[in-house]
């Protein structure tokens, strides 16, 4: 982590929790140059961190003359956050620890239609929570759709048939805990924040490729969520004016998301013969991977829309980096030969060098997402959990 300096005050907290969960026991000076942050920083920083009990004073080890240096370490009962991603059949939930680790995974079966669909996940949070020993600090809850604000959690997702679902609130009245919820595209962003490139980065966004066409935008540092939560939904940037076209998920035509999103995607390998009528993504993905030149084509094609409509968020918002995460990365390289060059093609001189990561997925990295809501919550310098931010805070000792 040498070099990779914390940027924006709320940002240095975070960054010296997850050196110490990463690295282990560590002296305020090994901080202070790992971090590139001045002395004086860490031993202001590392002082509010052990009053609120994310920290703690360990033993001395010899130094290159003077007194001895103290190591820091977390806090053995600092406490874990609870991440559940919520999708159409099924509820994913993590247990997770203040440096990201996941400590343990479970899936319950949801139906988000069922009339008594928010009392069925409080029952499944409840269960989970009922089960720990630990200190728990509090839960996020991932959704594919709109969220007013993480604090009161009211939601809007199409795809889950909710609409003003008072998520937040029923959750909160079930577990007896802070809950904060967001859409999951955000959270992603929120764990990049703690864990991952927000670390070296404070402008960037997060793009997501599978059922959906998601996109996490942080700028300076903060989640930026727009007037009514909702900021992000590239997945429904029209590409095609023709009516006569498939429908998406949104109810209009021409989204991006209904042609490069995963039914998007299987139904234009049915429609050419690469998989059979019931076929599905895994069977497009085997034929790219076999060297059809069909299914290599599906998959080109879908990375130019792409690239295009990326493009074009790239000029609205001029990030630092892009990071693609989700389902659709296992067959990225399929995607990379049409999303590159239509990419490079369509940004502005100024723009073209733009960095694009493509990380590894794994099914947990949603629900810990969810769970970084709460990790973030002691430093949340924008205020975006609100009273629930303050609750998760106050768990950790912290006025």
Same mark, same amino acid.
């Given at each position: ?34 971090? !590139? #942050? ?30 001895? $240096? ?13 991440? /559940?991603?919520?999708?159409? =059949? ?20 949801? !139906?988000?239609?069922?009339? !008594?669909? #928010? ?10 929570? !009922? ?24 939601? =809007? ?7 003003? /679902? ?14 904060? &919820? ?37 700028? =300076? ?21 023709? &009516? ?11 989204? @991006? ?30 034929? $790219? ?16 829309? #792409?690239? %295009? ?38 940004? @502005?001189?100024?723009?073209?060098? &733009?960095?694009? #990561? ?12 969810? /769970? ?18 303050? @609750?998760? %805070? ?6």
């Amino acid at each position: 982590m040498s070099g990779q300096s914390p940027r924006g005050g709320e940002l240095v907290p975070s960054g010296i929790v997850v050196l110490l969960g990463t690295r282990g026991p560590t002296s305020r000076t090994a901080i202070a140059r790992s971090l !590139d #942050l001045s002395p004086a920083t860490v031993t202001q920083v590392t002082k509010d961190l052990i009053a609120r009990g994310i920290v703690e004073e360990l033993e001395s080890v010899p130094s290159n003359g003077g007194r001895p $240096a103290r190591l820091l370490g977390l806090a053995s009962q600092a406490g874990v956050a609870l991440g /559940a991603k919520v999708t159409a =059949d099924h509820v994913a939930v993590v247990t997770v620890e203040l440096d990201g680790t996941v400590r343990s995974s479970r899936s319950h079966d949801f !139906d988000p239609g069922a009339t !008594d669909a #928010l009392d069925q996940l409080g029952r499944i949070l409840t269960t989970e929570v !009922d089960d720990l020993d630990d200190r728990l600090l509090g839960v996020g809850v991932g959704v594919p759709g709109s969220v007013d604000s993480q604090a009161s959690g009211i939601v =809007d997702a199409p795809t889950l048939g909710w609409r003003a /679902a008072q998520v937040g609130p029923i959750l909160r009245e079930a577990v007896g805990t802070p809950v904060l &919820v967001d859409n999951d595209v955000n959270t992603l962003a929120a764990a990049e924040r703690l864990y991952g490139i927000g670390r070296e980065h404070s402008s960037y966004l997060v793009v997501t490729i599978g059922r959906g066409i998601g996109c996490g935008i942080v700028v =300076d540092g903060a989640i930026y969520r727009g007037a009514n939560g909702g900021a992000g939904e590239i997945g429904h940037i029209p590409v095609w004016a023709d &009516v006569d076209q498939p429908v998406c998920t949104c109810g209009s035509t021409g989204c @991006l998301e209904a042609y490069i999103g995963a039914d998007g995607l299987a139904r234009t390998a049915r429609d050419r013969g690469v998989i059979g009528p019931r076929g599905t993504l895994a069977g497009l993905l085997r034929a $790219a991977t076999t060297g059809d030149g069909t299914a290599r084509a599906v998959y080109a094609e879908a990375g130019e829309l #792409l690239g %295009r409509a990326l493009a074009g968020v790239i000029h609205t918002v001029d990030p630092e980096v892009v990071v693609l995460l989700g389902e659709g990365v296992d067959g990225w390289e399929f995607w990379q030969s049409g999303f590159e060059p239509s990419f490079r093609r369509s940004l @502005l001189p100024a723009r073209k060098n &733009v960095q694009v #990561l493509v990380e590894p997925w794994t099914e947990d990295q949603w629900a810990r997402g969810a /769970a970084s809501l709460v990790l973030a919550s002691p430093f949340d310098a924008a205020g975006n959990g609100g009273e629930q931010s303050r @609750l998760v %805070r106050a768990r950790l000792g912290a006025s």
